[in-house]
């Protein structure tokens, strides 16, 4: 398993009856439990799948804390970006 700090992303476009994430945008919430409780607010049935292979969700490692924290406000495709930078 690679290691890392995890940041999540909207792996899809979804509509709940309140709110709408776009794909690609960070999840408001960074955290598992709560990401997966929301999917069926959107349409998603939770089927018990592994994290990696929901198809909602995005997940990039960030090298550290600080770095996870800062990238946690950019669009997914700015993220992959800085992040490559990083390992320049």
């Known amino acids: 398993m690679a290691e890392g700090f ?5 792996g899809k476009d979804l509509r709940g009856t309140r709110q709408r994430l776009r794909k690609g945008d960070p999840w408001p919430w960074q955290d598992r439990r ?3 409780g ?12 592994a994290w990696d292979k929901l198809s909602f969700v995005r997940t990039l ?3 550290s804390e600080a770095v996870a924290q800062q990238i946690a406000g950019l669009p997914y495709d700015a993220a992959v ?8």
């Open 6 to 10: 995890p940041v999540f992303y909207v």
């Open 34 to 36: 709560i990401i997966r």
């Open 38 to 49: 929301w999917s069926e607010a959107f349409g998603v049935p939770d089927d018990g799948r």
């Open 61 to 63: 490692l960030a090298p």
């Open 81 to 88: 970006r800085y992040l490559k930078e990083l390992e320049r």
